[in-house]
């Protein structure tokens, strides 16, 4: 994936997703319910991730992103993904769903 807007490149993953986990649900989470909460949660399973988008490795991070990317890692699967790690970002989470 190249480099595009934000939500070009968000499209893009959630078809590779879908491809990667079929049957998945894809929700896009409420910024203004809390503060810093990534953007896309992601079910499948009995498994479930929560991913932040960016359009790109420096691109600017709200207040909280990176204590709810940690936060939620650490019980599941989270990461901020860009076009540049995102294929790294899926196979990890490949991995943590058991794949």
């Known amino acids: 994936m190249s ?7 968000a499209l893009d993953l959630k ?3 879908k ?3 079929p049957d998945c649900v894809i929700m896009k989470l409420d910024p203004n319910q809390i503060q810093g909460v990534p953007d896309l949660l992601i079910l499948w399973g009995v498994n479930w991730a929560i991913l932040e988008t960016k359009r790109g490795s420096r691109s600017s991070r709200q207040a909280n992103q990176a204590y709810y990317v940690d ?3 650490e019980m599941s699967f989270s990461a901020f993904v860009h076009p540049l790690n995102c294929q790294d970002v ?3 989470m490949e991995r943590a769903f058991g794949l």
């Open 90 to 92: 899926l196979d990890d």
């Open 3 to 9: 480099f595009k807007l934000e939500s070009s490149f």
């Open 71 to 73: 936060l939620f890692n």
């Open 19 to 21: 491809r990667r986990f």
């Open 15 to 17: 078809d590779e997703l």
